[in-house]
Each structure stands twice: as structure tokens, then as C-alpha cells.
């Protein structure tokens, strides 16, 4: 069912289906026409929230919109983005409860962000003892979401996403891009995600809600911020789509080497982590380094980069790249790197085994 309500400073379109509820703050067709989508998973990506616990989520229920902390360089990126494109569609989605949309709203007015549509999950029904494990549980909240959203784009639309390493987030979209492809049939689907515990009449509706669009995957790029310190080599299984990084410094550089932020940007958001975050010098060191050894930064980016990145300080004047850079002839980069082994997309990916 869909209503229409009026919040303190806007009015937005209110659906519900299933656990999902998705508040719209644009037009639902006003994604329609662009080339690019930006989805961004709020909790312990783009805020620094937690609420694994019932006392957790109890408490992030009454915090303020200024109590609620970015995760570092967050808000000065996003913003970054929407320098490049006053229109940019972004959405958010979080396993918070809908009861927080205003106050999430709020706090995204104060960064100076205006997002397209906010989804949310339907989490205050699980505060049972009986239904406590579904409130960590979202694989099939956020395969959903997801669906909506790709009902909204236009078949030559692609998605740049966020996501964190405390959830199942890489599997989230990896078994996105799959399921959209058919690279997984049917039955091996509803198998996957009956084990990730995904409840049948949500799977179905998954199901459903991709065939209600174009055969077409639209997932191009995610970045998985390194929220609780897993090993980045457990991410190599999803192929090179996916980055594992430490911080906001290091989507920077790839999104600069990728065309959407420009270089003013790349130092804005250097210097809200130095000023705003006590972010060292060694640590802008330490992530150059190692987007420069996987292979993530190419000899023309690095020819624009790290002079201006000395200029300012947050490079050490005598700082080089340890490995030889990948090659590219000029920027944009708008796939992968050129004599890169590891495959972009991997034909298969094996999403119960843990190693």
C-alpha cells in the first residue's frame, strides 16, 4: 500500500512489502533516465552505527540526528559526488526500523545530502526471544530493497554500491548481480537463500520482482568498508567488482580514477580526515601503498595524484609506490585494468563456504 505523508520539511511517498519500507523523497520515475545510481548502505558505512543487540537498537531508536556519527570522510564524499551531479539518484538502505526515517532524513539534511528514497526494515516485530536471530538477519530485506530499486533505472543504468564486512553485504550483492543475470537458476536461488535463512514468501517475491523488469544486471561497482577488520584476501572470491577498503581515502582514488569525483574532491576529503578525524600521514601512506600493490591505481593516476596529495601534506615528499603500477592509457578507467588475472565477474562464486 502506498501513502503519501508530510515530514517536517518535505512530503515523500511511504510502500511497504513485507519487511521492506521504502520511503520515496523524489519522484519514483526521476531515476529513470540516468546513467548511474548510487546505493549506499547506511549502518557501519556511511554512520557509524550499532545495534546488534535489543538494548542496541533500543537505544540508536531515541539517538538524535546530531548524535549520529559519520563514518570518517562519509558526508564530505557524498557530497562530492553530488558536485559532479546536482541530480544524482542515491538511496539508502538500512536494518534500521522505519520509526527512524525522520530522524535519519534530518541528519542527512544536516550533511547536506538529498537522497532520492531511504529504505528501511520492519525490525520492531523481531523483538521477540523467538524472532531475536531475524533481527541480525537481512540477506533478504536487502535482496529486496535492491529489486525495488531496480525497478525504478532504466536498463542501461548501473549501480555503484556500499556495503561493510560486519553483515553479509558481499554476498548480499554478489547473489544480487547473480540472481538479475540468471547466472543461478531458479531452484539453485531458492536454495541459497532458504540456507541464509531468507523466508520462502520472500524469496518468491524476490523472484517476482525481478521478472517484473528486463533481463539486465545492473550492479557495476562495490566497495565493502572494512568495518570489523576482516581479511580483504576473503573478498578475492568475489572477483575485482568488489573493493575491500579501510576508509573513505581509499574510495576516493578509485572513484577519482573512475571519473565521478575530481581532484579538488580527492583533497577535500583528505583534508576532513586529517582535520576532522586526527588521520595521519602514514595512514594516507599506508592506503596508497596498498591500492598501488593490488593493482587498483594505474600509472596515470598516480601522475596526477601523488603531487598533488605531497603539496598538501598528506603524502610524505619523499613517498613512492613500492609495486609497478598498472598500465592505462588515459582517464577515465571504466572497467577493469588491462593483464589483470583475477576475473572482474566471477562466473561462480561459493557463497557457503567460509574461508
Same mark, same amino acid.
Given at each position: 500500500?502506498?501513502?503519501?505523508?508530510?515530514?517536517?520539511?518535505?512530503?515523500?511517498? =511511504?510502500?511497504?512489502?513485507?519487511?521492506?519500507?521504502?520511503?520515496?523523497?523524489?519522484? =519514483?520515475?526521476?531515476?529513470?533516465?540516468?546513467?548511474?545510481?548510487?546505493?549506499?548502505?547506511?549502518?557501519?558505512?556511511?554512520?557509524?552505527?550499532?545495534?546488534?543487540? @535489543?538494548?542496541?537498537?533500543?537505544?540508536?531508536?531515541?539517538?538524535?540526528?546530531?548524535?549520529?556519527?559519520?563514518?570518517? /570522510? !562519509?558526508?564530505?564524499?557524498?557530497?562530492?559526488?553530488?558536485?559532479?551531479?546536482?541530480?544524482?539518484?542515491?538511496?539508502?538502505?538500512?536494518?534500521?526500523?522505519?520509526?527512524?526515517?525522520?530522524?535519519?532524513?534530518?541528519?542527512?539534511?544536516?550533511?547536506?545530502? !538529498?537522497?532520492?528514497?531511504?529504505?528501511?526494515?520492519?525490525?520492531?516485530?523481531?523483538?521477540?526471544?523467538?524472532?531475536?536471530?531475524?533481527?541480525?538477519?537481512?540477506?533478504?530485506?536487502?535482496?529486496?530493497?535492491?529489486?525495488?530499486?531496480?525497478?525504478?533505472? %532504466?536498463?542501461?543504468?548501473?549501480?555503484?554500491?556500499?556495503?561493510?564486512?560486519?553483515?553479509?553485504?558481499?554476498?548480499?550483492? %554478489?547473489?544480487?548481480?547473480?540472481?538479475?543475470?540468471?547466472?543461478?537458476?531458479?531452484?539453485?536461488?531458492?536454495?541459497?537463500?532458504?540456507?541464509?535463512?531468507?523466508?520462502?514468501?520472500?524469496?518468491?517475491?524476490?523472484?517476482?520482482?525481478?521478472?517484473?523488469?528486463?533481463?539486465?544486471?545492473?550492479?557495476?561497482?562495490?566497495?565493502?568498508?572494512?568495518?570489523?577488520?576482516?581479511?580483504?584476501?576473503?573478498?578475492?572470491?568475489?572477483?575485482?567488482?568488489?573493493?575491500?577498503?579501510?576508509?573513505?581515502?581509499?574510495? *576516493?582514488?578509485?572513484?577519482?580514477?573512475? /571519473?565521478?569525483?575530481?581532484?579538488?574532491?580527492?583533497?577535500?576529503?583528505?583534508?576532513?580526515?586529517?582535520?576532522?578525524?586526527?588521520?595521519? !600521514?602514514?595512514?594516507?601512506?599506508?592506503?596508497?601503498?596498498?591500492?598501488?600493490?593490488?593493482?587498483?591505481?594505474?600509472?596515470?593516476?598516480?601522475?596526477?595524484?601523488?603531487? *598533488?596529495?605531497?603539496?598538501?601534506? @598528506?603524502?610524505?615528499?619523499?613517498?613512492?609506490?613500492?609495486?609497478?603500477?598498472?598500465?592505462?592509457?588515459?582517464?577515465?578507467?571504466?572497467?577493469?585494468?588491462?593483464?589483470?588475472?583475477?576475473?572482474?565477474?566471477?562466473?561462480?562464486? #561459493?557463497?557457503?563456504? #567460509?574461508?
Amino acid at each position: 500500500m502506498a501513502i503519501f505523508k508530510r515530514s517536517k520539511n518535505s512530503r515523500y511517498l =511511504k510502500e511497504q512489502r513485507k519487511d521492506v519500507v521504502s520511503f520515496y523523497y523524489a519522484p =519514483k520515475e526521476a531515476a529513470r533516465k540516468s546513467k548511474y545510481v548510487f546505493i549506499w548502505d547506511l549502518d557501519k558505512t556511511y554512520l557509524d552505527t550499532h545495534f546488534e543487540s @535489543f538494548s542496541g537498537l533500543i537505544r540508536l531508536i531515541f539517538e538524535k540526528a546530531l548524535q549520529k556519527r559519520n563514518v570518517p /570522510g !562519509t558526508a564530505v564524499l557524498v557530497r562530492a559526488l553530488f558536485k559532479s551531479d546536482k541530480h544524482l539518484p542515491i538511496y539508502f538502505i538500512s536494518a534500521s526500523p522505519p520509526q527512524m526515517q525522520e530522524k535519519i532524513k534530518e541528519k542527512l539534511d544536516l550533511d547536506g545530502i !538529498t537522497p532520492y528514497g531511504f529504505f528501511s526494515k520492519d525490525n520492531l516485530k523481531n523483538l521477540k526471544p523467538s524472532r531475536w536471530h531475524r533481527l541480525t538477519n537481512h540477506i533478504g530485506f536487502k535482496l529486496q530493497a535492491l529489486m525495488e530499486i531496480r525497478l525504478l533505472l %532504466s536498463p542501461e543504468c548501473q549501480m555503484i554500491c556500499w556495503g561493510d564486512d560486519s553483515e553479509s553485504d558481499a554476498n548480499i550483492y %554478489s547473489l544480487f548481480s547473480d540472481i538479475c543475470s540468471h547466472r543461478l537458476t531458479d531452484r539453485e536461488v531458492i536454495s541459497l537463500l532458504g540456507q541464509f535463512g531468507v523466508l520462502t514468501d520472500q524469496i518468491e517475491l524476490i523472484l517476482e520482482l525481478r521478472d517484473q523488469k528486463e533481463n539486465f544486471d545492473p550492479l557495476k561497482r562495490v566497495y565493502i568498508n572494512l568495518a570489523v577488520d576482516t581479511d580483504p584476501e576473503y573478498y578475492r572470491r568475489y572477483g575485482r567488482r568488489l573493493m575491500a577498503v579501510d576508509n573513505s581515502f581509499e574510495v *576516493a582514488l578509485d572513484l577519482f580514477q573512475r /571519473g565521478f569525483i575530481d581532484l579538488d574532491s580527492v583533497l577535500e576529503i583528505c583534508h576532513d580526515l586529517r582535520g576532522n578525524y586526527k588521520f595521519k !600521514t602514514f595512514q594516507f601512506e599506508q592506503s596508497y601503498t596498498v591500492l598501488c600493490n593490488r593493482k587498483r591505481i594505474a600509472d596515470v593516476t598516480d601522475e596526477v595524484l601523488r603531487p *598533488a596529495l605531497k603539496a598538501q601534506g @598528506f603524502l610524505g615528499p619523499k613517498f613512492e609506490p613500492e609495486a609497478e603500477l598498472a598500465k592505462l592509457e588515459s582517464l577515465p578507467l571504466t572497467g577493469d585494468l588491462k593483464n589483470i588475472v583475477r576475473p572482474w565477474v566471477p562466473e561462480r562464486i #561459493d557463497y557457503l563456504s #567460509d574461508y
